[in-house]
């Protein structure tokens, strides 16, 4: 399934995101490096162990961006005009290496652009949760999206 259109989605619509993601060492590593995020929790597993997870914790603008890209195939790829606005971020359990993600997203509201005939704004709720089903990353995504072609 690509991308839908403004006119295709429903407030209410549920997705559950197919692709899975298991987090490695490099994952983090990398991000961290490239974000220039030198966080000791991130990048120091003798800083890491002494801290209260006791291990190296995934960088959460790591898990933000995966969900994100977990959702765009399903969501806005194809119909995309631009991202609006990221709300209510929230990290409300940590990631370490080796967890096992995955994404759903809603769509929690829908309107019409009122500058730009023909398109709208779609917000959906994103989550991304873990191998346990717990959430460890959520926020709202608006977009505005082409209407139907």
């Excluded at 692709?19 to 490096?33: C, G, M, Q």
């Excluded at 940590?94 to 929690?108: M, N, Q, W």
Aim: proline residues 5%; aromatic residues 6%.
């Amino acid at each position: 399934m690509t991308g839908k259109f403004f006119d295709d989605w429903q407030v209410g619509e549920s997705i559950e995101h197919p692709i899975r993601r298991t987090v490695t060492e490099t994952d983090n590593l990398l991000f961290s490096t490239m974000t220039h995020n030198p966080q000791p929790l991130h990048i120091d597993a003798e800083a890491a162990k002494a801290s209260e997870f006791g291990q190296i914790l995934v960088n959460g603008t790591f898990t933000f961006s995966l969900m994100v890209g977990l959702s765009v195939a399903e969501t806005t790829l194809g119909t995309l005009v631009a991202n609006l606005g990221y709300d209510k971020l929230v990290m409300p359990k940590p990631v370490f290496i080796g967890d096992t993600l995955r994404a759903t997203s809603e769509v929690i509201e829908k309107r019409p652009s009122k500058s730009r005939p023909g398109q709208g704004i779609v917000t959906w709720k994103h989550q991304m949760l873990n191998q346990r089903d717990e959430v460890v990353c959520e926020c709202l995504r608006s977009a505005l999206l082409r209407g139907a072609a």
